[in-house]
C-alpha cells in the first residue's frame, strides 16, 4: 500500500473533528472515528446485513465473507500467524475476562502465583484477582520504578516455580511508557508461564507484532484505534486457545447438540458465541487500512512530537508534576500530570470550559496512583491526562498549554 504524507490535512477525514471547535486530547479513552470507517459501517447495514456463518443465500454469504476478511486483516495487523488465533470480543475488557476465566481457571491451582504489574488498568487486574480468589491462588505485585520503568531483575525475583501467568500492559495509559515486552515475556516462558499482554494503548501507536513480542495473549479495543465501540480482539497462541473451554455458550460455539453431549465448534467460532457484530468487525478493518495508509513511523514522529512539546512546557512549570518522570521519551503520546494546589477535576473542567478535552481521575489504573504517590510521599488518587491522535496539532497543544499556564492563577494562587 503506497504511504500518504501524514500533515493536518488528515484532520478532514474526521467529521466531529473537522466540524467541532475542540481540541480532543482525550484519545487515550477513546479517538475520534475517520469518514472511511463511518461510511465502511454504513456500507455493511445498507447492502450486505445480514446473520454471518449461517445461511447459503446471498446476503449471508457476503456477511461472512465480511466477517472473516476483517479477521484476517487483524491477523495481518499484529503478525499472528492463522487468522482463527484471531477472536472477536466485545472490548480488552472482555478478552482478558475470556483468558482469565476460560484458561486461567483450567491451570491455576491452589498456591500458584499471577503476577501483575501494579501499572495495570483494571481490566489486566480484576480478572485476575478474581481467578486468583476463586482458585486458591496468589496475585503478585510487579512495581514500576518512580519514573514509570521497570526493572528486569526485580521480575526475574518475583518469578518462581508457582509462576503461572504475568499480565502485563506494552504501553502505560497513565504514564505512556512503552514496556519491554519481549524481555519479559523471555522470562516468564523460561520459568513454564504465559503473557497475558494488555496491548489496548499501542495498536493505534505503535507497529505491534505478537510472534515478536512472544505474547501468549494479546488483547485491544478497535475503539481506541479509530473503529466503532464494541468491537474488540483477543489474539491466543494457537495451541493455547485449542485446549481452552468455551467462555460463553450458546448459537454458532458449538459443532453438533445433543441431549447427552455437545461437541464444541473449532476455532476461532468456540469462542464468539451468538450473532457477532459484524459492522463492528468491518470497522475495525477499515480503521486498519486507515492507520496502514499513513505508516506507524510517520505516527510515531507526529506523536512523539506533539509528545515532547507538552512535556518540555511542563518542565518550565515548577507546579506541574508530570505523573513518570520529566523526560519526554518515556511518554509516548500520554501525559498524566498534577497542579500542584488544583484538585485533576477542577483542571479538567478549566480545560473543559476552554474547549479543551482531557481526562480526570484514576484512568483505572487507582494503584499505580497510590504506589507512586507513597514513592513520592503524598498521597496521589488522581491526576488529569493528556493523550494524543492522529490528528492532533500543534496549534492544539499551544491552545491546551495556554490553558495549563493560565489554572493556578484562575485558582487564587
Same mark, same amino acid.
Given at each position: 500500500?503506497?504511504?500518504?504524507?501524514?500533515?493536518?490535512?488528515?484532520?478532514?477525514?474526521?467529521?466531529?473533528?473537522?466540524?467541532?471547535?475542540?481540541?480532543?486530547?482525550?484519545?487515550?479513552?477513546?479517538?475520534?472515528?475517520?469518514?472511511?470507517?463511518?461510511?465502511?459501517?454504513?456500507?455493511?447495514?445498507?447492502?450486505?446485513?445480514? %446473520?454471518?456463518?449461517?445461511?447459503?443465500?446471498?446476503?449471508?454469504?457476503?456477511?461472512? @465473507?465480511?466477517? =472473516?476478511?476483517?479477521?484476517?486483516?487483524?491477523?495481518?495487523?499484529?503478525?499472528?500467524?492463522?487468522?482463527? =488465533? $484471531?477472536?472477536?470480543?466485545?472490548?480488552?475488557?472482555?478478552?482478558? %475476562?475470556?483468558?482469565?476465566?476460560?484458561?486461567?481457571?483450567?491451570?491455576?491451582?491452589?498456591?500458584?502465583?499471577?503476577?501483575?504489574?501494579?501499572?495495570?488498568?483494571?481490566? %489486566?487486574?480484576?480478572?485476575?484477582?478474581?481467578?486468583?480468589?476463586?482458585?486458591?491462588?496468589?496475585?503478585?505485585?510487579?512495581?514500576?520504578?518512580? @519514573?514509570?520503568?521497570?526493572?528486569?531483575?526485580?521480575?526475574?525475583?518475583?518469578?518462581?516455580?508457582?509462576?503461572?501467568?504475568?499480565?502485563?500492559?506494552?504501553?502505560?495509559?497513565?504514564?505512556?511508557?512503552?514496556?519491554?515486552?519481549?524481555?519479559?515475556?523471555?522470562?516468564?516462558?523460561?520459568?513454564?508461564?504465559?503473557?497475558? $499482554?494488555?496491548?489496548?494503548?499501542?495498536?493505534?501507536?505503535?507497529?505491534?507484532?505478537?510472534?515478536?513480542?512472544?505474547?501468549?495473549?494479546?488483547?485491544?479495543?478497535?475503539?481506541?484505534?479509530?473503529?466503532?465501540?464494541?468491537?474488540?480482539?483477543?489474539?491466543?497462541?494457537?495451541?493455547?486457545?485449542?485446549?481452552?473451554? +468455551?467462555?460463553?455458550?450458546?448459537? =454458532?460455539?458449538?459443532?453438533?447438540?445433543?441431549?447427552?453431549r455437545t461437541v464444541y465448534a473449532e476455532l476461532p467460532h468456540?469462542?464468539?458465541?451468538?450473532?457477532?457484530?459484524?459492522?463492528?468487525?468491518?470497522?475495525?478493518?477499515?480503521? $486498519? =487500512?486507515?492507520?496502514?495508509?499513513?505508516?506507524?513511523?510517520?505516527?510515531?514522529?507526529?506523536?512523539?512530537?506533539?509528545?515532547?512539546?507538552?512535556?518540555?512546557?511542563?518542565?518550565?512549570?515548577?507546579?506541574?508534576?508530570?505523573?513518570?518522570?520529566?523526560?519526554?521519551? %518515556?511518554?509516548?503520546?500520554?501525559?498524566?500530570?498534577?497542579?500542584?494546589?488544583?484538585?485533576?477535576?477542577?483542571?479538567?473542567?478549566?480545560?473543559?470550559?476552554?474547549?479543551?478535552?482531557?481526562?480526570?481521575?484514576?484512568?483505572?489504573?487507582? +494503584?499505580?496512583?497510590?504506589?507512586?504517590?507513597?514513592?513520592?510521599?503524598t498521597r496521589v488518587n488522581s491526576?488529569?491526562?493528556?493523550?494524543?491522535?492522529?490528528?492532533?496539532?500543534?496549534?492544539?497543544?499551544?491552545?491546551?498549554? @495556554?490553558?495549563?499556564?493560565?489554572?493556578?492563577?484562575?485558582?487564587?494562587?
Open positions: 500500500m503506497e504511504i500518504i504524507r501524514l500533515d493536518d490535512s488528515v484532520r478532514d477525514e474526521f467529521p466531529l473533528i473537522k466540524e467541532a471547535d475542540i481540541a480532543y486530547l482525550d484519545n487515550g479513552a477513546t479517538t475520534q472515528k475517520p469518514e472511511c470507517v463511518i461510511e465502511a459501517v454504513e456500507e455493511y447495514y445498507r447492502r450486505h446485513n445480514a %446473520n454471518p456463518l449461517r445461511g447459503i443465500y446471498e446476503l449471508s454469504v457476503e456477511a461472512t @465473507d465480511a466477517y =472473516e476478511e476483517s479477521r484476517q486483516a487483524v491477523a495481518d495487523y499484529i503478525g499472528a500467524g492463522d487468522a482463527s =488465533e $484471531i477472536i472477536f470480543t466485545r472490548n480488552a475488557s472482555e478478552s482478558i %475476562n475470556l483468558v482469565a476465566y476460560s484458561y486461567g481457571m483450567s491451570v491455576l491451582n491452589e498456591g500458584d502465583e499471577i503476577i501483575v504489574s501494579t501499572a495495570e488498568h483494571h481490566s %489486566n487486574f480484576l480478572p485476575w484477582q478474581r481467578a486468583a480468589d476463586a482458585k486458591g491462588a496468589r496475585v503478585v505485585f510487579f512495581d514500576p520504578e518512580e @519514573d514509570g520503568s521497570f526493572d528486569l531483575n526485580k521480575l526475574k525475583d518475583l518469578i518462581s516455580e508457582k509462576t503461572r501467568i504475568l499480565a502485563m500492559t506494552q504501553i502505560s495509559n497513565v504514564i505512556g511508557r512503552i514496556n519491554d515486552i519481549k524481555a519479559m515475556t523471555d522470562l516468564v516462558h523460561e520459568a513454564g508461564g504465559v503473557a497475558v $499482554i494488555d496491548g489496548a494503548q499501542a495498536v493505534a501507536h505503535i507497529g505491534v507484532d505478537v510472534k515478536e513480542l512472544g505474547a501468549d495473549f494479546y488483547a485491544f479495543s478497535g475503539h481506541k484505534m479509530y473503529a466503532p465501540m464494541g468491537i474488540g480482539v483477543l489474539y491466543g497462541r494457537k495451541e493455547l486457545l485449542d485446549k481452552m473451554p +468455551p467462555f460463553l455458550y450458546g448459537g =454458532e460455539m458449538i459443532e453438533t447438540v445433543t441431549k447427552e468456540k469462542f464468539e458465541a451468538g450473532t457477532v457484530n459484524v459492522g463492528g468487525a468491518v470497522g475495525l478493518k477499515a480503521a $486498519i =487500512e486507515f492507520i496502514d495508509r499513513y505508516g506507524f513511523e510517520q505516527i510515531v514522529a507526529r506523536e512523539n512530537a506533539l509528545t515532547a512539546k507538552v512535556v518540555n512546557a511542563m518542565n518550565d512549570m515548577p507546579y506541574v508534576k508530570i505523573i513518570g518522570g520529566r523526560k519526554a521519551c %518515556n511518554h509516548h503520546g500520554i501525559v498524566a500530570f498534577r497542579i500542584e494546589g488544583v484538585h485533576p477535576h477542577d483542571v479538567a473542567q478549566i480545560f473543559a470550559d476552554a474547549g479543551v478535552c482531557v481526562r480526570a481521575g484514576h484512568h483505572c489504573a487507582e +494503584p499505580l496512583h497510590r504506589y507512586l504517590g507513597e514513592l513520592a510521599g491526576s488529569t491526562r493528556l493523550s494524543v491522535g492522529i490528528y492532533n496539532t500543534e496549534a492544539e497543544i499551544d491552545r491546551f498549554l @495556554d490553558v495549563l499556564s493560565g489554572i493556578r492563577s484562575r485558582m487564587g494562587y
